[in-house]
């Protein structure tokens, strides 16, 4: 198992666990909880091939509800979850975490690690309870002839999605307080992420060379001199970069993270710039209304 820290932005970092294989003795079945997520997966995917009907219509609005999950909880579920089988193994094995060490210092890597593994597991608790039991709640639902109980099932969805968040959490807290995460700067994700900052498209970027070293520490440089400008917050990735990426490491899976991630956070800042603007025509509305209202008033003094 490898990890991947991929700053989408100069302040939000989506996490990626690359997790290795299990390999089933012979005779060995799958787990109940594996052969269950395969079922749902499978039966999700014949839903959407479906042309029209409740079945169609469910999966387009499931997956708008899913897009709207966190990446954050996205990304700490591609950990496994922290187990005592986990815990007890040994001996412990050190874990690679890889990042691109042109837009993100390494000497920070310990603390974005630390910050990722326990910010969100109260509220992972929390949720995940509530939904356990909100769940049985909805068996009325299951009356209706036809359709599936889909408030239960979704409520069942997001309490076993915050367990699995919740303990991906604790297992990274767990390699962190072990000393098993070991840092390394990756030449390959400078190259993506200079790539994605260089060329206007995925396209451009493929049939352009690959970027070298000095060409990355001026992409970097651009987004310091952004930074030292006074802008909070630069976006890094680039929702079509996130293929490159899971084709350069051979993981399929990490390109929908990526896009997901790069998508939510670019509403995200684009939302605050609204509001920043909103709130500077309001204050200079507002101040001129007081210069206004001022020089009225010195008006009328005068006058008298």
Same mark, same amino acid.
């Given at each position: ?65 899913l897009r709207r ?46 910050q990722l593994a ?124 996130? /293929?490159? !990426?899971?084709?350069?490491?051979? $993981?399929?899976?990490?390109?929908? &993270? +990526? @896009?997901? #991630?790069?998508?939510?956070?670019? /509403?995200? !800042?684009?939302?605050?710039?609204? $509001?920043?603007?909103?709130?500077? &025509? +309001? @204050?200079? #509305? ?19």
């Open positions: 198992m490898r990890i991947f820290l991929l700053p989408i932005s100069t302040r939000r970092t989506l996490i990626y666990c690359e997790r290795a294989k299990q390999q089933l003795a012979p005779g060995e079945k799958p787990s109940w909880l594996d052969r269950a997520t395969n079922k749902a997966s499978e039966t999700w995917v014949s839903f959407e091939k479906a042309e029209s009907g409740w079945k169609k219509q469910l999966t387009t609005y499931g997956n708008a509800a999950i966190p990446y954050e909880e996205w990304g700490l579920k591609t950990l496994p979850p922290l187990s005592d089988t986990i815990r007890k193994k040994e001996p412990k094995k050190s874990v690679e975490v890889l990042f691109p060490g042109l837009f993100m210092k390494e000497e920070k890597v310990p603390d974005i690690l630390r326990i910010e969100r597991q109260a509220m992972h608790k929390k949720r995940m309870i509530w939904s356990a039991i909100g769940a049985p709640l909805t068996l009325p639902f299951a009356a209706i002839p036809i359709i599936p109980n889909i408030p239960g099932f979704y409520l069942m969805f997001r309490a076993y999605s915050h367990f699995r968040a919740l303990y991906g959490a604790k297992h990274l807290e767990f390699l962190g307080d072990q000393k098993l995460l070991t840092p390394m700067p990756s030449n390959a994700l400078d190259e993506m992420y200079t790539a994605g900052l260089k060329y206007k498209t995925r396209q451009v970027a493929r049939e352009s060379p690959v970027p070298n070293r000095e060409e990355g520490k001026e992409v970097a440089q651009l987004v310091e001199d952004q930074i030292s400008s006074g802008k909070e917050d630069v976006m890094l990735l680039q929702r079509w970069n996130g /293929k490159l !990426l899971a084709e350069r490491f051979k $993981l399929p899976d990490m390109e929908v &993270e +990526i @896009e997901r #991630a790069v998508e939510q956070v670019e /509403k995200s !800042l684009k939302a605050k710039e609204e $509001l920043a603007e909103e709130k500077r &025509e +309001i @204050e200079k #509305a507002t101040g001129a209304g007081a210069v206004d209202a001022e020089s009225d008033s010195r008006s009328d003094a005068e006058k008298k």
